[in-house]
């Protein structure tokens, strides 16, 4: 069960979203750093703040929280898209 203090929704930044999608996929900070072509420390200060964001206490539960949001797609979970709406699609949801 998850707890109730991150069941809030929260917004983040694009990087910080590129960032979490790195976190879900198992990728270390300093992989991350060297993904992004930016320091660790740097890495280091958006995770923090993620975490701060989302009132999750470490990667496993900001992974979670980011499923629970639809802000990660992880093995093709969480990977819904929706199909555009046609002129046909309207009539039959009318």
Do not use: F
């Amino acid at each position: 069960m998850m707890s109730s203090k991150s069941q809030i929704p929260v917004s983040l930044s694009g990087r910080e979203v590129q960032i979490l999608e790195l976190v879900a996929i198992g990728l270390t900070n300093l992989e991350i750093s060297e993904k992004l072509e930016i320091s660790k420390r740097t890495v280091d200060n958006h995770i923090s703040h993620i975490l701060t964001k989302t009132k999750t206490d470490n990667r496993v539960e900001l992974v979670r929280w980011g499923l629970q949001w639809g802000k990660v797609c992880l093995n093709d979970v969480n990977c819904c898209v929706l199909p555009l709406q046609t002129a046909n699609s309207r009539e039959v949801l009318s």
